[in-house]
Structures are given as structure tokens and as C-alpha cells.
């Protein structure tokens, strides 16, 4: 202990990388067309769920995401939805994808909405500058 009475500066860091942990972590993302995959560091696979999205389109609120989504699928009242925002691997239904990431970036993170974790998103090479900058918003 040093002779201030507050350990070495190292366990300090330390301790205050290991608390801000807690409140954010790195994620990686795979947006697929079939199925999302979100990588946590340190977790591995935390979320690897069908690209779907259930949307009522009288409210325009998303009803279900992801697995919960996939099983509505032939089983929803004429207004549910069921939307594939990703197309041929690029994204087709902008607002439908971003309301799918908020959902899934949530799961990974057990719906803590303290999170702001830094994010790493897999896209193909061949996207449009508009998509880009879609992903990045």
C-alpha cells in the first residue's frame, strides 16, 4: 500500500477499468440476412438470432424481434408485420434495422440502459455511402 492509504496507482486503474466495465463493453456485430450475431469482449456469442422484426402497421411499433418475431411468423393478426430488413446482405428498411440493433445491442447487454459500449459493425465492402453512413448512425 503506498502511504497515502489508497493502494498502488496500478490497483487503482485497475479497479476503475474493472467499474467502468460494468457500465460498457466493446461489441461486434454481424448483420446478417439471415441471422444478427453480437460479439461481446470477453463473452463471446451473446446474441445470435434470426434478422426479422415484427412491425404493427397500424402503430408502426415494433411487437416482437429476432426468435420472438420468427415464431409469429404465419401466426400474426393481419396487422403484425413481419419485416427482413436485410436484403442480398445490405441493408433494405433503414428504420426497421436501427430499431433491430437498439433491440439486440439491449439483449447483449441485459437491457442496462447505462451502456454506451463501443461498437464494431461488419458490413460488405460493396455498400453505398448512404448505407454507410446508415450503419454508422
Avoid at 442480398?88 to 437498439?102: C, P, S, W, Y
Avoid at 445491442?105 to 459500449?117: G, T
Wanted: hydrophobic share 40%.
Amino acid at each position: 500500500m503506498s502511504s497515502n492509504g489508497f493502494g498502488s496507482q496500478n490497483s487503482r486503474t485497475h479497479g476503475l477499468r474493472s467499474l467502468f466495465s460494468m457500465f460498457s463493453s466493446d461489441l461486434a456485430i454481424d448483420l446478417g440476412t439471415a441471422n444478427t450475431l453480437v460479439y461481446a469482449k470477453g463473452k463471446g456469442i451473446v446474441v445470435n438470432e434470426p434478422s426479422i422484426v415484427a412491425i404493427n402497421k397500424n402503430t408502426g411499433e415494433v411487437e416482437a424481434v429476432g426468435k420472438e418475431a420468427k415464431e409469429m411468423l404465419g401466426r400474426t393478426p393481419g396487422n403484425i408485420v413481419a419485416i427482413k430488413p436485410m436484403k442480398d446482405g445490405v441493408i433494405a428498411d433503414f428504420k426497421v434495422t436501427e430499431k433491430m440493433l437498439n433491440y439486440f445491442i439491449q439483449k447483449a447487454h441485459n437491457r442496462k440502459m447505462l451502456v454506451h459500449p463501443r461498437i464494431v459493425i461488419g458490413v460488405p465492402s460493396e455498400i453505398t455511402q448512404v448505407e454507410k453512413r446508415a450503419v454508422m448512425d
